[in-house]
């Protein structure tokens, strides 16, 4: 089986930091794109940050500037380190992994059970 599990999350107050971890492991082959989304209440899920196993990166525009998505391929992790935070910025954060498992052939998306981001004014 495959686990993706995310900590880092919290509160902060609105121009703070934050840091999230996510860290993917059990019978991986090999990992292509990781990245972030998030949920906030009422809301569709969005894509915010994604990096791809070479390091191409995007971002949505409402973060651009502001959050830095990183990885580190040697222990399957994907970092995001949120800068100047807002109150808008507050949802459940989600790590997401296109991987292929040793038990199953092809890619699949993988997702982590999510993390609190809550911005205060």
């Known amino acids: 089986q495959v686990q993706l599990v995310e900590s880092g999350g919290g509160l902060v107050q609105a121009g703070g930091s934050l840091r999230l971890s996510c860290a993917a492991s059990?019978?991986?082959?090999?990992?292509?794109?990781m990245g972030w989304y998030r949920q906030a209440p009422g809301k569709q899920r969005e894509l915010v940050a994604r990096?791809?196993?070479?390091?191409?990166?995007n971002y949505a525009d409402s973060v651009k500037g502001r959050f830095t998505i990183s990885r580190d391929n040697a222990n399957n992790t994907v970092y995001l380190q949120m800068n100047s935070l807002k109150p808008e910025d507050t949802a459940v954060y989600y790590c997401?992994?296109?991987?292929?498992?040793?038990?199953?052939?092809?890619?699949?998306?993988?997702w982590g059970q999510g993390t609190q981001v809550t911005v205060s004014s």
């Open positions: 990096i791809t196993s070479g390091g191409s990166t």
């Open positions: 997401d992994a296109v991987l292929a498992p040793y038990y199953r052939s092809g890619y699949t998306d993988y």
């Open positions: 059990g019978s991986i082959f090999s990992i292509n794109t």
